[in-house]
């Protein structure tokens, strides 16, 4: 599948001034650049070490923002990219520019990183290796705490000016034991005051359940908590703070967030080519659908200036192995993400999860 091969392999650029227009670092997908292929928007690394030495090329765009896609320099499609929107050229009334508030995510979905600090990012031995949260407000590309005033601004425009119509809160790890839900329910309110607009709200599994009846009543549609990766080995070594939380705390937040939020408006982050086997993701998969938890199963990316960003990346037959089965699961438990409020397994940008669904 040409989607699910540009996700793992990467994508270079003819044109610098397009790879000008993607995000480098931050939370969530990096080094991405949206691409509309047949249609649909997917999020394909160009600024990895992998997309430096892809077979994929795309083209110089033509007079109407095409492309010409070719690989090993034999043409094979012809792709587009998104337009800048038109959020990014305003400013607050203090004069922060609105694209380090909050930004586009594939072409309909807007993303923001409500705290850009996390108690785990400034420890090396509690640090996700993977991660890179810290590298866009230390490049002055965002700013450390968005309030409840500035979202809502800026989502109210986005919606306007630009036919938004999700948006995704993630944020870093605050040191409370909400794990950020109080953060998010003000987050949520403030938006939702002001703009009709789908919310999922990501954190940690707090202390106590009872934050997602909060979480619920600010507004908040749907909620991700992110196991990322699985086997208590990987856990380990890959994020060796984030693994002191034990996956079966994950599965009790779960079962306590479904009964909130609903089946299906629950999901997870898994991602692929960090270690966990094959057998590993589609195993864990399978108990988180029996529990009504959607999982969004994502290649890994190797981000620049990360310990990671040399990693080797999951094949295209890897990622296609594990999808496949996951996607079935998905349609005979009809637990699909077309069905899903908000979120990124609503968005499917980052994964081609959603074409096996079919």
């Not at 110089?60 to 043409?75: Q, V, W």
């Not at 438990?333 to 074409?355: E, R």
Request: glycine letters at 8%; aromatic letters at 6%.
């Amino acid at each position: 599948m040409l989607s699910t091969e540009l996700q793992t392999l990467g994508l270079r650029l003819e044109d610098p001034s397009v790879g000008a227009q993607s995000r480098r670092g931050g939370a969530g997908p990096s080094d991405h650049k949206a691409v509309v292929i047949d249609g649909e928007t997917v999020m394909v690394p160009v600024h990895t070490h992998t997309a430096w030495e892809s077979p994929f090329v795309a083209g110089r765009p033509d007079a109407n923002g095409k492309s010409e896609l070719r690989k090993h320099g034999i043409p094979i499609a012809v792709i587009d990219f998104p337009r800048q929107p038109r959020f990014y050229g305003l400013t607050t009334a203090e004069g922060v520019p609105y694209e380090k508030i909050a930004t586009l995510h594939s072409s309909d979905v807007l993303a923001t990183t409500v705290l850009q600090t996390c108690i785990r990012y400034e420890s090396r031995n509690k640090t996700c290796k993977f991660c890179s949260i810290g590298q866009s407000l230390a490049a002055g590309r965002t700013v450390e705490r968005k309030t409840p005033q500035q979202l809502a601004e800026v989502a109210k425009a986005a919606v306007e000016l630009d036919g938004v119509k999700q948006m995704v809160m993630t944020t870093g790890t605050p040191a409370t034991p909400d794990r950020g839900a109080a953060i998010m329910a003000e987050s949520v309110r403030a938006v939702k005051a002001v703009v009709d607009l789908p919310i999922q709200v990501q954190i940690e599994p707090p202390d106590r359940f009872e934050w997602f009846d909060v979480l619920k009543r600010s507004g908040a549609d749907t909620l991700g908590m992110h196991l990322e990766v699985i086997s208590d080995e990987v856990r380990k070594l890959m994020m060796p703070g984030k693994a002191t939380v034990p996956v079966s705390y994950y599965m009790d937040a779960f079962d306590a967030a479904v009964e909130v939020f609903g089946r299906g408006q629950v999901s997870t982050y898994m991602i692929a080519g960090l270690g966990d086997t094959q057998s590993d993701i589609v195993d864990m998969c399978r108990v988180l659908i029996q529990r009504g938890v959607y999982p969004f199963v994502v290649p890994f990316v190797p981000i620049a200036g990360t310990p990671m960003e040399s990693h080797p990346v999951p094949t295209a037959q890897f990622m296609q192995e594990v999808l496949k089965p996951v996607g079935a699961m998905l349609r005979e438990a009809d637990l699909l993400s077309k069905d899903m409020k908000a979120g990124c397994g609503k968005c499917g940008a980052c994964s081609t999860l959603k074409t096996f669904e079919a």
